[in-house]
């Protein structure tokens, strides 16, 4: 853990280039631990991407995020995750929200939603507080924006049972037998 740690500490420092840039390989990481199974409890992380902002000082919105970064993102997520889950609709992002800055202006984030599961891993926690930290940083360093907070949500989840298709012909079949007798 204190290895983990020191290496994020490090990278910061250094300053990082690219949203899907990697600290550690697969391996090492252990991203390849957390690939979802899709059977019983797992970790379902919810991401608001904000992709345009604008504040009471502009009255013009700025992009946050852009195609291009949202592509490298879904890169990162099939590579890592197998794969995500992404509510966005063609035109302006479905989700608005809205927050008062250090400043005491208000500030409106158009958000897209990105859903994401994970094996019920210690190590989930640690690639999400990651992947947010190297998101805060493109935001400030990359765009220029001064945002404060990227919200990552994270919640248990339990997948419900796959049952075999012939369990669900054979069982009709065999309590009408039953009725017959």
Known sequence: M??????????LMAGIEKIGKRPFDQREYG???L???????HYKF????PVTEKSEERKVSRNVFTEADLKELKRLFRDDLGGATYFELNGPPPIQG??????GKVVVDW????????KKHERALGYFEELKARLLQHAREVRQ????????????VNFVPQIPLKALITKPIEKLKDLKR
Do not use: S
């Open 98 to 103: 809205d927050w008062i800055d250090k400043k």
């Open 111 to 118: 958000h897209i939603r990105i859903e994401l599961y994970t």
């Open 2 to 11: 204190f290895k983990y740690f020191l290496c994020n500490i490090i990278l």
């Open 31 to 33: 991203a390849a631990l």
């Open 145 to 156: 924006m001064e945002q404060e907070d990227i919200v990552i949500e994270r919640a248990t």
């Open 46 to 49: 919810t991401l608001l991407l």
């Open 35 to 41: 690939k979802p199974t899709f059977e019983g409890d």
